[in-house]
């Protein structure tokens, strides 16, 4: 319970939400990079990470995984919200509009970090024609480096279900070398 508290606080104590985003800050910039190749999307959603964790910071519940496990399962919303998002926004129009300016520094750091990810994205080409939820377990854990129990913690489902669906996963990709990178625990 004291750490369901300690959580909670973050969307109250700005003190505890700086220490909280200065520790997990870097982890969730990697976890989009890894996902989207556009350093203003990148900046964008990170800001919309730690926005929603202030928003569902009671949510967290320790006994279910670490800290990054549940800020990954955030991430993934935020990245699904704002596909969602965007995708209507083109069928409204052919341009992309409201992004705020980044300096030149911002950029070049968030162009270096996608540069970095860029073998994690060629690995999502090649998972693009799993299932959803073979996918996501198996970028969770191979590409995020998350425990089979933290990923069924963020994507919502059971570990059982979770090694299911890793196991399945990797047997369709078993010729790929990245697969059976992470192991199962």
Do not use: C, N
Request: aromatic share 6%.
């Amino acid at each position: 319970m004291a750490v369901r508290r300690k959580q909670a606080k973050i969307a109250t104590d700005p003190v505890a939400f700086e220490a909280f985003y200065r520790r997990h800050v870097d982890a969730v910039t990697r976890f989009l990079s890894r996902r989207v190749d556009d350093p203003h999307t990148v900046a964008d959603l990170v800001a919309e990470v730690f926005v929603a964790v202030l928003d569902s910071a009671h949510t967290y519940r320790a006994d279910l995984g670490a800290e990054i496990a549940w800020l990954y399962g955030v991430a993934r919303k935020t990245i699904s919200a704002e596909r969602r998002r965007a995708y209507k926004q083109y069928q409204l129009t052919d341009r992309v509009s409201g992004r705020r300016t980044l300096h030149d520094d911002d950029v070049a750091r968030l162009e270096e970090r996608i540069d970095a990810e860029r073998p994690a994205r060629r690995a999502f080409e090649a998972m693009a024609d799993l299932p959803e939820g073979e996918r996501a377990v198996l970028e969770l854990v191979v590409i995020d480096q998350l425990t089979v129990t933290e990923a069924a913690h963020a994507l919502g489902i059971r570990p059982g279900t979770a090694k299911v669906r890793l196991h399945r996963a990797r047997r369709t990709l078993r010729d790929l070398p990245f697969v059976m990178d992470g192991a199962p625990r």
